[in-house]
């Protein structure tokens, strides 16, 4: 009776460690790809263990409230267009400020500034004198009001259905207006000048008792 041989016994233990070499290399080859060694980047350096203090990573009630506070803070940063213009009408506005207490502007246009001097003003009286056949003699008392002395005069004797052909004492400006001569144009406060005219008129004059007068200094 032959003894068997145990070589089939050798050659299913050649055959497993041969599967387990092939399937460790096949894990080895994973797991170097997993770490990138065999990644698509040419340029990115095979990964190394470091030595070093473990990053401690935030618990999950940690990682809840940053993201809670992350999200207050952003969405108190990014404000609606309609709450931001709320706002602004809300608050007062530089111009409604600085004007509010202003006094109101004038809003009439300017005037011509006079011609009269300060301190220097007339008056020019008219007194009738006489009146014939449509025609008047007048006397015109020209008197400085002011109270200073003033060099020269002017009247308006533009009168309505008046139209004077001859005067005395004084010269034609035109356009109805007269002014003094060389002699009588100055006049001490107090102090008056004496002319007059002839003017023909209609029946329906009527002779003011002064006309305007306009004073030079």
């Given amino acids: ?21 092939a399937f460790s290399g096949v894990v080895a080859l994973i797991a170097m790809w997993q770490l990138g060694v065999f990644g698509g980047d040419s340029d990115r350096e095979p990964v190394s263990a470091v030595d070093g203090p473990t990053t401690e990573w935030p618990s999950a009630a940690e990682d809840g409230s940053s993201a809670a506070a992350v999200a207050e803070t952003a969405s108190s940063a990014l404000e609606t267009p309609s709450e931001s213009v709320s706002e602004a009408q809300v608050s007062e506005s530089p111009s409604e400020s600085s004007t509010s207490d202003a006094p109101p502007r004038d809003t009439e246009a300017p005037q011509e500034e006079e011609a009269t001097v300060e301190g220097a003003a007339c008056v020019a009286y008219l007194s009738l004198d006489e009146e014939w056949q449509g025609s008047i003699g007048v006397s015109v008392e020209v008197v400085n009001v002011g109270d200073e002395r003033l060099e020269t005069w002017e009247i308006d004797l533009d009168l309505d259905d008046v139209d004077i052909f001859h005067y005395w004492n004084m010269d034609d400006l035109g356009r109805g207006w007269f002014g003094a001569k060389n002699w009588n144009g100055r006049l001490d406060p107090g102090e008056d000048a004496v002319t007059g005219f ?9 002779l003011p008792d002064s006309v305007p007068c306009t004073a030079y200094e």
Avoid: C, K, N, T
Wanted: no cysteine.
């Fill in 1 to 21: 009776m032959h003894r068997s041989e145990p070589e089939p016994q050798g050659r299913l233990h050649g055959r497993l460690l041969q599967i387990l070499g």
């Fill in 198 to 206: 002839q003017a023909e008129v209609d029946d329906r004059f009527d």
